[in-house]
């Protein structure tokens, strides 16, 4: 990539040493976000009980998926989470996420197998398989494993399918804590049309949400932190089982992220996914494609229209999730494709993290943390580039005329901008402040007093009116904008 910031008229490099700016700048960022957060929940039940908001940040963490599918076991989770707390927790990434099936006793690595032979307890709930997960021996559940990763100062998930199983519908099971058995609480019409598990919830029964309350209760006694509940948020949507779901982890009196799965999520919807959850996908599963060339899977360069659609509605505690980053080695059993190096090119690699950071999307990435490379490693630890998922709102798209896609997001003390090449060939960039939409105090950002700083390279690029550039294929810059004169007028995310 080469980068020429349009001083007069003419372009020019600035080359400084800012890596202390860089991190003042950041502390800004997280600052003002923290007031304007405190701000915000003064006027929210939650502060009026004394409560924390629950994501008050776009969760960061790991999820077994694009690495193990549905064969992860305990030593695998532990040996990720040893590594995942000596090199991502001290960036910020918190959580540790076993996906699906993890009941079952025979799995395969796509998971949703006819064959599946399930480990379940007396009251129809799905219990860890003891041969994956031998710690769960009697009776203790998830919560060794999840003792073993609040001692590293690491939270702990879950995949669940909503819904009730199959089989304790026809063994008719008694459902924990009821009156109930399992026929008081399922659709036997409902299943989920990827998944032959369970049935759905039929919410105008009376053991459905006693139900949801049992599988909540036991999960919250596992110390789960982190609840991802698939075949809810999509094809179909289901709001009448998201808000009993919801309403079940509250009386738990438990702090769980509630993560809907999978998307496209309805955007008619986002007042009821902000309502009961912290997070909801809005894609199809995305693995390591540019482009599909079939609904599924989805590749990083469909993602631009889906990320569109959401811009500027994360809220504190409430985001539009991307889906997971499926990057570094894929293996030893991912759930789509065969073990492999992710086949993103760097420059895609950029563009996901920084189209997925400026929407503000949950930042959760797949693989084998094990075997990851140092130039991923510096990808997923850049401070200054997780700034921008993190400590900042108000995303748009200002600019887009088919091949070159600009995004912007606020800080309070600056402007984020994210510049994309979504074609197959490099282009030259040339745009104005004015062409991005920027103000300063409600005007135009004035000429010459800009002051623009390289996030990849932790580089101060010196002051200018716009940017010119030249971006290879599917490439992305992503850059801080700070007015030499003014900061930016602080709005409530």
């Known amino acids: 990539m080469v980068l020429r910031v349009i001083k007069d008229g003419r372009g020019s490099t600035v080359k ?3 890596a202390t700016k860089s991190h003042v700048r950041w502390g800004q960022c997280a600052i003002v976000f923290a007031a ?27 999820n077994s998926w694009d690495g193990y599918g549905a064969t992860i076991t305990a030593d695998q989770v532990k040996a990720t989470g040893d590594w995942f707390a000596k090199n991502l927790k001290p960036f910020g990434w918190q959580y540790i996420v076993v996906d699906a099936e993890w009941y079952v006793t025979n799995p395969i690595a796509e998971g949703n197998s006819k064959s599946s032979q399930y480990s379940m307890d007396v009251y129809g709930r799905y219990t860890p398989a003891l041969n994956r997960f031998p710690t769960s021996l009697s ?17 702990f998930g879950i995949h669940i399918l909503r819904g009730i199983p199959k089989k304790a519908v026809e063994a008719n099971l008694p459902i924990a804590n009821s009156s109930y058995h399992a026929s008081d609480a399922a659709d036997t019409g409902d299943t989920c049309p990827w998944n032959p598990d369970n049935y759905g919830i039929d919410a105008s029964k009376p053991g459905g949400q006693a139900y949801y ?29 998201i808000r009993m779901l919801s309403e079940a982890i509250a ?3 438990r702090p769980i992220v509630l993560s809907l799965s999978p998307g496209p999520a309805p955007i008619e919807k986002a007042g009821e996914l902000r309502k009961y959850a912290q997070m909801w996908r809005i894609s199809n599963d995305v693995w390591d494609l540019w ?9 990083v360069g469909d993602q631009f229209a889906n990320a569109a659609r959401w811009a500027g509605l994360a809220q504190p505690g409430h985001w539009p999730d991307a889906d997971m980053l499926p990057l570094g080695q894929l293996g030893p059993a991912p759930g789509w494709g065969t073990p492999r190096a992710t086949r993103l090119t760097h420059d895609e690699q950029r563009t ?11 930042l959760i990435v797949g693989g084998d943390l094990t ?4 130039w991923t490693l510096s990808l997923l630890t850049n401070p200054e580039v997780l700034a921008v998922d993190q400590h900042a709102w108000a995303s748009s798209v200002p600019y887009d005329d088919g091949k070159i896609t600009a995004w912007t997001a606020d800080s309070g003390v600056a402007y984020y901008i994210a510049v994309f090449n979504r074609t197959d060939t490099a282009q030259d960039v040339d745009l104005t402040w004015q062409d991005l939409k920027l103000t300063w105090h409600g005007r135009d950002l004035p000429q010459s007093k800009a002051m623009v700083r390289d996030l990849w390279q932790h580089k101060d690029m010196g002051p200018a009116v716009g940017l010119r550039l030249r971006l290879p294929a599917h490439a992305c810059a992503l850059y801080e904008v700070q007015s030499k004169t003014a900061t930016l007028a602080p709005t409530l995310p």
């Open 36 to 62: 304007l957060l405190l701000c915000g929940l003064a006027k929210t039940g939650a502060a009026a009980q004394n409560a924390p908001l629950l994501a008050a940040t776009p969760p960061m963490g790991w």
């Open 213 to 241: 309350d049992s599988i909540a209760a036991l999960y919250a006694s596992w110390g789960v932190d982190f609840l991802k509940v698939d075949c809810i948020a999509s094809h179909p949507y289901r709001g009448d089982e």
């Open 291 to 299: 482009h599909s060339t079939s609904d599924y899977p989805q590749g």
């Open 251 to 253: 009386k738990t009196g």
């Open 371 to 374: 075997k990851m490379d140092d």
């Open 139 to 155: 009776g203790t559940g998830f919560k060794p494993l999840a003792d073993y990763l609040h001692s590293l100062g690491l939270k």
């Open 16 to 18: 400084s040493d800012g």
């Open 352 to 362: 996901l993290v920084a189209l997925w950071s400026i929407l503000h999307s949950p």
